[in-house]
């Protein structure tokens, strides 16, 4: 089984920063894709951030230039670090593990609030 477990959302003013970091555990391949995804209210859920145990990442445009993605392979923990933020970056953010033939797991979701 596998888990992962989120961390670091809140509150923050317009123009804030706010990190965010996913801890996995259990039956993880040590080649895999880690990210996040994000769900605003009465939207669908949308890709923030992906990367891969070789290092290729993938940003929505929304966010590239201001939020940077980064991993650690021995550890199975990847991380969010957003700058810059805005309203519209107001969302539950989950932690998604792309597990090659295990499948794919979501985290909880932690919220991240943009308001001043």
């Known amino acids: 089984q596998v888990q992962l477990v989120e961390s670091g959302g809140g509150l923050v003013q317009p123009g804030g920063s706010l990190r965010l970091s996913c801890a996995g555990s259990?039956?993880?391949?040590?080649?895999?894709?880690m990210g996040w995804y994000r769900q605003a209210p009465g939207k669908q859920r949308e890709l923030v951030a992906v990367?891969?145990?070789?290092?290729?990442?993938n940003y929505a445009d929304s966010v590239k230039a201001r939020f940077t993605i980064s991993r650690d392979n021995a550890g199975n923990t990847v991380y969010l670090q957003m700058n810059s933020l805005k309203p519209e970056d107001t969302a539950v953010y989950y932690c998604?593990?792309?597990?090659?033939?295990?499948?794919?797991?979501w985290g909880q979701g932690t919220q991240v609030t943009v308001s001043s």
């Open positions: 259990g039956s993880i391949l040590s080649i895999n894709i």
């Open positions: 990367t891969s145990t070789s290092g290729h990442t």
């Open positions: 998604n593990l792309k597990n090659g033939v295990f499948g794919t797991y």
